[in-house]
């Protein structure tokens, strides 16, 4: 039995989303689509100005600690334990970082 370190493993993940951040970014079209999910969707627990309701903040201050790629594994996964849901089914891992990167600016949306 191979034992495999957590530490290797996250690195190895966090490897993968650095290499998948460095792909273009989605159609303008598409991008449109993301930012109507943002606010219908996703504002829906986080508020609709982005400000907090059921789910915490998504500004930059409160965002600031965390990088773009765990913002977009938890884009894509969700929070076990928590009312976030994984959005996988609806976006792709080139989409949820687009995302992330655009939370991490300041985005009304």
């Known amino acids: 039995?191979?034992?495999?370190?957590?530490?290797?493993?996250v690195a190895i993940a966090l490897?993968?989303?650095?290499?998948?951040?460095?792909?273009a970014e989605?159609?303008?079209?598409?991008q449109a689509e993301l930012l109507y999910?943002?606010?219908h969707d996703?504002?829906?627990c986080h508020g609709m100005r982005l400000e907090g309701g059921l789910g915490p903040a998504l500004n930059p201050q409160q965002l600031q600690p965390l990088?773009?790629?765990t913002l977009s594994m938890t884009i894509?996964?969700?929070?076990?334990?928590t009312p976030m849901p994984s959005w996988k089914p609806f976006l792709s891992q080139e989409e949820a970082l687009w995302l992330a990167s655009q939370l991490k600016q300041g985005i009304q949306p």
């Open 1 to 9: 039995m191979i034992r495999v370190d957590l530490t290797i493993l």
């Open 76 to 81: 894509l996964h969700g929070r076990p334990g």
């Open 67 to 69: 990088s773009i790629e």
């Open 37 to 39: 999910l943002l606010k």
């Open 26 to 30: 989605p159609a303008s079209s598409r």
């Open 15 to 23: 490897a993968i989303c650095h290499t998948a951040s460095a792909s």
């Open 42 to 44: 996703c504002g829906s």
